[in-house]
């Protein structure tokens, strides 16, 4: 016991990163979940603050003008080249627009005033050589210009029903699945940069003297600190858990429920047995948090967490096979889609994680035992 009690009273030391790492995660949920909320898979035109001076008076000017008073906000302006400018410097005018006499007759050509590079601004002279197109070539037909301009319109105005294709319209992007794939981020870098060290005090230095020291058997200690980490990293998956419960209750209702409950444990207990074989290899800090950061990190852009799977090549998921990740995230996919073979990827998924933490807690075993001798 008194191996055990010491261990949560150094553990009160490394809290910090801790909560750093809740905080990020917390941090990214929550900007993300807003993002989709604010996504919209509807597609409609941008409306842009236009300004117009019809100098040509002709056919073609004016249908022209009413064509794009329709399509776009109009505003009003003095005719002076410095208002031109000052309102779009200002952004109360987006675009100028000026038809020079003889416009019709070909002497003259159209004049702008618009922000450089704007994407609107080239929308805008999209829908004026869409209009300007349509409106001759009916003319050469020999309608009037009354006529071609409303053909013209009837033309534009023929739609495609338009639905931009959107991730929400499948179960991966349901703000329960975003959490649970950005935990895995969280849960190895809380792990590993907070029980790591407390570890290594244990194994190094006055704690592991003090200890040899006492009458407390190898085993007992061993299973004291055991214990401790297990408790500690179950403490944290719980707070894990809670955040996900207050942030996104109906996932509690839900049959997935103990599904991910298991799945959570089991990574978990994946990152501990890393946290241990890391303990073994080295007693530096600064090594530690390098080592945090590169996993959390290359597991989250190797197995479909910070990029989701369906964007990644063949070859990366190839490469993220080799990390419990990968296998963690195979059953929130399969969990969230609710697939017909959710029992089989649930099964598989969780079975190779035991695996990997098998052969980490091996590895770490030996590296203890080499250490000792």
């Known amino acids: 016991m008194t191996v055990f009690k010491t261990f949560f009273k150094v553990a009160r030391a490394y809290i910090r990163p801790a909560i750093i790492y809740t905080c990020i995660f917390l941090g990214i949920i929550l900007l993300i979940n807003k993002s989709y909320k604010n996504e919209d898979s509807s597609y409609e035109n941008a409306r842009l603050d236009l300004a117009i001076f019809d100098n040509d008076h002709s056919d073609l000017s004016e249908h022209l003008s009413s064509y794009l008073e329709e399509k776009h906000n109009l505003v009003t302006l003095s005719y002076d080249k410095d208002a031109f400018r000052d309102a779009i410097y200002q952004r109360t005018c987006e675009y100028v627009l000026i038809i020079p006499k003889g416009y019709e007759k070909g002497d003259a050509t159209l004049e702008s005033y618009k922000l450089p ?169 600064t090594v530690v948090d390098m080592v945090s950061n590169v996993v959390g990190l290359t597991s989250s852009f190797l197995c479909g967490v910070f990029v989701p799977a369906e964007y990644l090549s063949k070859s990366v998921l190839q490469m993220g096979q080799f990390l419990p990740c990968y296998w963690y995230m195979n059953v929130e996919r399969a969990i969230s889609q609710n697939s017909y073979h959710m029992s089989f990827h649930l099964t598989n998924g969780i079975l190779v994680q035991w695996l990997f933490f098998i052969a980490l807690m091996a590895m770490g075993l030996l590296a203890a035992k080499k250490e000792r001798f």
């Open 117 to 285: 590079g704007s994407i609107y601004s080239s929308l805008l002279e999209s829908n004026i050589d869409q209009y300007l197109s349509l409106y001759k070539s009916y003319l050469s037909m020999g309608l009037k210009p009354d006529s071609a301009h409303q053909r013209a319109l009837d033309t534009i105005d023929k739609t495609v029903d338009v639905k931009l294709q959107s991730a929400k319209q499948t179960n991966t992007n349901k703000p329960e699945h975003r959490f649970f794939s950005y935990f895995t981020y969280a849960i190895v870098s809380v792990i590993i940069s907070v029980l790591t060290p407390i570890l290594i005090r244990f194994h190094n230095g006055d704690l592991k003297m003090r200890s040899l020291c006492s009458g407390i058997s190898t085993f007992r200690r061993s299973l004291s600190l055991t214990l401790g980490s297990a408790i500690f990293t179950m403490i944290i998956l719980s707070v894990y858990l809670i955040i996900g419960g207050l942030l996104f209750p109906d996932w509690l209702n839900k049959a997935t429920f103990m599904a991910r409950l298991c799945n959570t444990f089991t990574y978990s207990m994946v990152c501990l047995a890393a946290t241990f074989l890391i303990s073994t290899l080295t007693s530096n800090l």
